[in-house]
């Protein structure tokens, strides 16, 4: 048995923390400049930490900043134990090393001991006279001569950066070996002293604070003993590539063993990778990491940089070869299944593999394997994102990649190139070419076509801060020039702009984190002959992932296929959007094996089991099962677990955070409170703020008209408005002065305020942790509520502490309001005459809202049954959230319609019935009944929130075994008997699709997808469905679905402040049947009859994180598209 063979047999699956992490490469000439002289330093990289921190990254790879000539960039080092000083000192080394830990991050330093430099007090001895004790520390030869006496060198080895690989030295008359520069000669490792010298160096800087090597071509070290000639690969050139003789020799192991066990074993949670070039056997690079050769943790290999190489030997490394996608995913497929086969990533040994498309010695990839243009550069490079973060492997990230850096332009001249690689590859051609044609300057455009595809000089130009001169990177002309698109392409512009490739960025790491299954699942690749989409699947125990992506500028269809051929999937699972390079395709979306997908070009999505455990699932759109769900027996189908301690850490314990006996305690309390009479009351609040929105939105109409200008940042057009964001403000206000006595916002202001964008972006950021809430019931039991949230503050995710400052928010303003009600003698229910009717006054005043009315109750209830102060807060966070969030949703969702130009016709009609209802009261305002009696408006309401309820699906557990009848008679498992009913085993998660109901063709008809508010002026209260033998259900039956807030139709407080009876329903148990918005029907007819709603260009997407909400894609101020939150309109002034 083979030792790799033994090794898999032991595999099994091992955290740690290097298997997580990500490194960030620093090319420091290049990353910041801080004392102005052209050159990036050390404090610059300094200046820079926090950057870093923020990025999410873990380790800082140093490329190399010691002494050195710079013949080579620093890769050619004469002082390994000092800085050289065009990047500071070793107190600036160690202020680096300090910010970093300080941060929780580590340093890893660039380790080059294959060679040094010519300038190194080792090699100058060395060359100094052949008797000297350190001549044998390199490698020399003496000459060979030929037949007439002209002198060759011993052998016919080609340099890495052309020509020979011998240098004659005429003091000594004798030649060294530098596989790279002339100026880089070889280290002799056969001399013991040489190791030695090597490992006191190693110690030097672990001792100082550095966290691990990263070594540069380390597997060169050993050479084959003779140095025999290479074959003959190119007859026409006299040298010949030999990596075959001088990479992976045959001591290379045997000195790595004796590194580890002379220094690195010595060390606590080292980090060491080896560069390993000419080397794409993985049988040979896996020796380098197998466990039980103590050796390094992993190693970078180059088969898939080599794809677009003409020459497998880099012989001519900047001639670009075309490449098939199906040529990239073999060999991705063939390393990630090696790891998996052979066990070297789920064992406790470090892993082989390093993922990375990009480094100093590498074209930018974006320009490379992406898509540079202006059109692709951005889509693309975050596809390529997605394809590094869902591979097995330790992740590598070089510096502006996470920006989306790219190649230099093609307009840039030989002379804009410095690095020595490619001058000298361009001045032998030249020279051959001078020679082939016999002219002074031959044509060498093909050659820079080359080298600007391929040269190493684009990961090399300086780093793009700003769009200040020379991109924020030095105050003074730099070293290399900055690429020319740095104005647009930088880290400022990135930072506040959600929709980046920075932030993207950002979010592709923390999923990583966040996600086992991308770092230690099994890779299976799907479809691999296609050579537009490259898609895998990752797989760990119960738990999967899809990684779609496609490589192509076209929009291409993908079909997934059916489970099989090592593709199996759970029965019936389901796979969920997680992320999309694209924007509007949100979080929320379905994918099933099977179907197909439409992807725009370079799309890339990554989807993930909707299984996370192995509990039972069910999915389920029956019309008649849901009504047993959410109405007749909803006491038995709970909220799961996770959403109840959610809502608990989130608002405290209202309504939607408990279940069982407490919730019906709370229940009974709130219910009445929400009465028709109550309810009818409140009236004249939503008329206040309806009136003041229509106020502000022409005010701000008629200032654009009068400045010329549009929207905020110029973004809308002048007769534009970002209706959504008013009517989330609109609805927030209505809840506050209705529920609650207490003004959130004025209205008098075309800006948005604080508390509107707390409300508002509490249930996306929620979604944007939903693996993290998973672990809720578990956090919950670590203790009190104050030691939980102490120790949120270590949790190092931005959507955690968002959501922690949003429930801060939150928390301070429900006890603010609660204060307030307290000091102003509104809870005394003396001094109210609380009598369990509320007022039926015209206006509110003081202490006839909502909560004032809820909090007499409670002072008026017997002990056992009141309310405490924990649950009173829930209470007004519940309301405030409940309400405003979906009411908002289904108003705009109500006026896009509208607007649509199809619909034209029926905004005039709607227009005309509120317009004629008001006539008939002389101008004044309506009062709940005559509301109800607009049934166009009526309808107009009712099919919106049929068509599109706020929240498209909810999900229960099942507390006790239920059966569900169905409408449709159903035949399981092959029976040839139909059952109409189904039995659900307790602890059943039932996912519920609200959507599928509502838009159920047994139902509503053939087209029942369709829009038509018509339908409802034809429906008479008793219709019945297709199947009246089956329960006569009735369509107001399903109301409860139709009108979903995420707590339910009787455990919500929102959904009862928002639903609010028709005047033909007289009693309590009818509230919850053909009910309707009463705010929504308010603001909706006070702007219809102020503004005529027209459509706009701008591309509407209606994004799901659990409750539906449009955002739309625009230019900003700086001319660039964007995505945003909000839905312009139209607006025309009528009154």
């Not at 052309?162 to 056969?190: I, M, R």
């Not at 990839?365 to 951005?378: I, L, P, Y």
């Not at 049929?946 to 159903?970: H, I, K, M, Q, T």
């Not at 909706?1084 to 503004?1091: D, K, P, R, W």
Request: charged fraction near 25%; hydrophobic fraction near 35%.
């Amino acid at each position: 048995m083979s030792d790799i063979s033994a090794a898999a047999k032991t595999n099994t699956l091992q955290r740690a923390w290097w298997k997580e992490a990500t490194i960030y490469q620093v090319y420091p000439s290049s990353f910041c400049d801080s004392n102005n002289d052209g050159i990036g330093d050390l404090n610059g990289i300094n200046s820079k930490l926090d950057y870093l921190k923020d990025l999410g990254i873990d380790v800082v790879w140093l490329s190399p900043i010691y002494k050195s000539p710079q013949k080579d960039m620093g890769y050619d080092i004469s002082d390994y134990r000092d800085i050289d000083p065009r990047y500071g000192t070793l107190d600036d080394w160690d202020r680096l090393a300090k910010g970093l830990h300080a941060r929780g991050l580590k340093l890893m330093m660039d380790l080059v001991v294959n060679h040094t430099s010519d300038q190194h007090d080792w090699f100058k001895k060395s060359r100094s006279s052949k008797a000297d004790p350190k001549r044998d520390w390199y490698i020399w030869r003496p000459a060979k001569y030929d037949e007439q006496s002209n002198r060759h060198p011993p052998n016919n080895w080609k340099s890495v950066f052309q020509g020979s690989a011998w240098e004659w030295d005429k003091a000594t008359e004798e030649y060294y070996l530098h596989l790279y520069l002339t100026g880089q000669p070889d280290l002799n490792w056969e001399n013991v002293e040489v190791r030695n010298a090597v490992w006191d160096l190693m110690r030097f800087w672990l001792d100082r604070g550095s966290d691990g090597f990263r070594m540069d071509v380390i597997n060169l070290i050993s050479k084959v003993p003779g140095l025999p000639d290479a074959p003959i690969s190119n007859p026409c050139e006299e040298f010949q590539p030999a990596p075959m003789y001088y990479a992976n020799g045959p001591r290379v192991h045997e000195y790595l063993k004796e590194m580890n066990r002379e220094v690195l074993s010595k060390y606590d949670r080292l980090i060491t990778v080896g560069e390993a070039p000419f080397t794409h056997d993985m049988k040979a690079l896996s020796q380098y990491v197998l466990p039980d050769n103590h050796e390094l943790n992993m190693v970078f290999q180059f088969e898939l940089m080599d794809i677009d190489s003409s020459g497998q030997t880099r012989d001519n490394p900047l001639v670009p070869r075309k490449w098939k996608l199906t040529e990239f995913k073999e060999v991705i497929n063939r390393w990630q299944i090696f790891l998996r086969e052979e066990g070297f990533w789920n064992r406790t040994f470090l892993p082989l593999y390093s993922v990375y498309i990009q480094n100093h010695d590498q074209a930018r990839c974006v320009s490379r394997f992406g898509n540079d243009s202006n059109a692709w550069r951005e889509t693309s490079a975050k596809m390529l994102a997605m394809l590094q973060i869902a591979q097995t492997g330790t992740l590598y990230v070089y510096q502006g990649e996470e920006i989306g850096m790219a190649n230099a332009p093609r307009s840039w001249t030989i002379e804009e190139y410095e690095d020595i690689a490619t001058q000298n590859y361009y001045e032998r051609i030249f020279i051959e070419r001078k020679k082939d044609q016999g002219c002074e300057t031959p044509d060498m455009t093909d050659v820079l076509d080359g080298i600007q595809k391929k040269a190493r000089d684009h990961a090399r130009t300086p780093m793009q801060w700003n769009e200040s001169k020379n991109a924020g990177f030095s105050d003074v002309s730099p070293w290399m020039r900055v690429n020319d698109d740095y104005t647009k392409w930088n880290v400022d512009a990135q930072h506040n702009d959600q929709a980046s490739v920075l932030q993207f960025w950002k979010k592709l790491l923390k999923i990583r984190k966040s996600h086992d299954t991308l770092v230690y699942g099994d890779f299976s690749l799907i479809d691999d002959q296609n050579e537009e989409v490259f898609a895998f699947k990752r797989s760990l125990e119960d738990r999967s992932a899809l990684v779609i992506l496609n490589f192509t500028d076209r929009d291409v269809e993908f079909k997934l296929p059916l489970a099989g051929n090592g593709l199996e999937s759970p029965s019936g699972q389901v796979y969920i959007l997680l992320l999309s390079n694209y924007v509007g395709m949100h979080a929320g979306t379905e994918a099933e094996w099977g179907s197909s997908l439409r992807l725009r070009g370079y799309e890339g999505r990554i989807y993930v089991s909707a299984t996370p455990g192995k509990d039972e699932q069910l999915y389920i759109s029956d019309p008649l099962a849901l009504q047993s769900i959410l109405v007749k027996d909803q006491d038995n189908f709970e909220e799961t677990k996770v959403f109840i301690e959610n809502n608990k850490i989130i608002f405290g314990e209202g309504l939607v955070a408990t279940v069982g006996e407490l919730h019906k305690k709370q229940r009974k309390m709130v219910n009445p409170v929400f009465s028709l009479h109550r309810l009818r009351s409140l009236t004249p609040a939503f008329y206040n703020v309806a009136h003041r929105l229509q106020k502000s939105i022409s005010s701000v109409i008629t200032e654009r008209k009068r400045s010329k200008t549009s929207g905020p940042g110029n973004v809308l057009p002048e007769n534009n408005i970002d209706m959504a964001e008013w009517l989330a403000r609109a609805t927030l206000e209505s809840i506050g002065q209705a529920g609650l006595g207490y003004s959130f916002d004025p209205l008098d202001s075309p800006s948005n305020n604080p508390y509107t964008r707390t409300v508002r972006m509490l249930i996306p950021t929620m979604f944007r942790i939903a693996p993290l809430r998973l672990l809720t019931p578990f956090i919950t039991r670590l203790g009190p509520p104050a030691f939980r949230r102490f120790l949120l503050n270590f949790v190092p995710i931005e959507a955690v502490q968002l959501l922690k400052q949003m429930s801060d928010q939150m928390d301070r303003t429900c006890k603010e309001i609660l204060h307030e009600k307290r000091h102003s003698g509104v809870v005394d229910p003396a001094g109210y005459g609380f009598n369990g009717k509320g007022s039926s006054s015209d206006t509110l005043g003081d202490g006839k809202d909502i909560m004032s009315i809820l909090l007499r109750a409670n002072e008026a209830a017997d002990e056992k049954e009141r309310l405490s102060e924990a649950e009173l807060l829930g209470q007004v966070n519940v309301l405030i959230f409940g309400a405003q969030d979906t009411t908002a949703s289904a108003l705009s969702r109500m006026i896009y319609l509208l607007s649509r130009p199809e619909n034209a016709a029926l905004q005039g009609r709607l227009r005309d019935e509120i317009s004629c209802a008001y006539e008939t009261k002389g101008g004044n305002e309506l009062d709940y009944d005559e509301l109800s009696k607009m049934l166009l408006l009526d309808a107009v309401i009712k099919e919106t929130l049929r068509l599109y309820p706020p929240v498209p699906f909810v999900r229960r557990v099942v507390r006790r075994e239920s059966s569900l009848p169905l409408s449709r008679p159903l035949k399981l498992n092959g029976d040839h008997n139909a059952v109409d009913s189904i039995t659900v085993p307790a602890g059943t998660t039932i996912w519920i699709s609200i959507t599928g109901a509502n838009r159920s063709s047994d139902v509503w008809g053939a087209d029942a997808d369709q829009w038509k508010p018509e339908r409802w002026l034809s429906l008479s209260e008793n219709a019945t469905g297709v199947y009246p033998e089956r329960g006569n259900f009735k369509l107001p039956g399903i109301y409860s679905g139709m009108l979903t807030f995420l707590g339910g139709g009787r455990s919500c407080i929102g959904y009862r402040f928002a639903l609010i009876e028709m005047s033909k329903c007289p009693s309590h148990k009818a509230l919850r049947k053909e009910m309707t918005y009463c705010n929504t029907e308010i603001i909706l007819a006070t702007l219809l009859l102020a503004f005529r709603f027209t459509h706009t260009e701008d591309q509407i997407v209606w994004n799901l994180s659990q409750i539906l909400s449009p955002s739309f894609t625009g230019k900003n101020a700086s001319g660039d598209e964007v995505e945003r939150q909000g839905m312009p309109i139209g607006i025309e002034v009528l009154v």
